[in-house]
């Protein structure tokens, strides 16, 4: 069981400042897509809020999608996906300009994505220009991205605090259309092929209260 720390009376920075980066390194299809990208994480909670920070260097980066819901998975993207039961997870998908794609699922095609009004709720800051398009950027990127998200994200489930919550969870690097295609995940994934969408292989955490 791995515990995420609650953090109170700090701004964001100091908080992240306080926690070691936890690197985002699991190569799942090295034969297929041998590219890493160098990807660590951070993540806390308040109470209020989950807070959590991708730090990313990598040899190309673009984001065309620039609405919310879109195909991020296509630009230079992080993904955090969690699962509160057994009943379903939640994929928080954002590219490297801020744009988020958030989904409920029973299963990878059964799905209900998240209304604007509780996308509107997701904090998101990136060191890039947010909302502006990138075509592709070649080079040494470094680009960093938070997340500030309440528990009314997990639309279909009735968390009012993240304090105390047991969950399941993983996160992800990807960028299906970038010049090397990449697909990195927190914790090791043993399928044929590169899938995200399995709650099987995402490890136990505990928010603490």
């Known amino acids: 069981?791995?515990?995420?720390?609650?953090?109170?009376?700090?701004?964001?920075?100091?908080?992240?400042?306080?926690?070691?980066?936890?690197?985002?390194?699991?190569?799942?299809?090295?034969?297929?897509?041998?590219?890493?990208?160098?990807?660590?994480?951070?993540?806390?909670?308040t109470g209020e809020r989950l807070?959590?920070?991708?730090?990313?260097?990598?040899?190309?980066?673009?984001?065309?999608?620039?609405?919310?819901?879109?195909?991020?998975?296509?630009?230079?993207?992080?993904?955090?996906?969690?699962?509160?039961?057994?009943?379903m997870y939640y994929n928080f998908?954002?590219?490297?300009?801020?744009?988020?794609?958030?989904?409920?699922?029973?299963s990878r095609d059964e799905a209900e994505h998240a209304s604007a009004e509780v996308l509107s709720h997701i904090g998101r800051e990136t060191s890039l220009p947010k909302g502006e398009a990138i075509e592709l950027a070649e080079g040494d990127n470094r680009w960093s991205l938070t997340l500030s998200i309440p528990p009314t994200a997990l639309f279909k489930h009735d968390i009012s605090d993240w304090s105390g919550v047991g969950a399941r969870m993983n996160l992800y690097k990807c960028g299906d259309n970038l010049p090397v295609p990449h697909f990195l995940s927190w914790q090791p994934i043993d399928t044929p092929t590169p899938d995200f969408h399995r709650p099987e292989f995402f490890a136990d955490v505990i928010f603490e209260e």
């Not at 590219?95 to 794609?101: R, S, Y």
């Open 1 to 45: 069981m791995i515990k995420i720390a609650k953090i109170t009376g700090l701004s964001a920075e100091e908080a992240f400042a306080s926690l070691a980066p936890v690197q985002l390194a699991c190569c799942n299809w090295p034969e297929q897509y041998h590219y890493s990208p160098q990807v660590a994480f951070r993540m806390y909670h």
């Open 51 to 87: 807070m959590l920070r991708f730090d990313v260097a990598e040899r190309h980066t673009a984001a065309k999608v620039t609405k919310d819901n879109g195909e991020v998975w296509t630009d230079s993207c992080v993904e955090f996906f969690i699962a509160p039961d057994n009943s």
């Open 93 to 106: 998908e954002t590219n490297c300009i801020g744009t988020v794609l958030l989904g409920a699922h029973k």
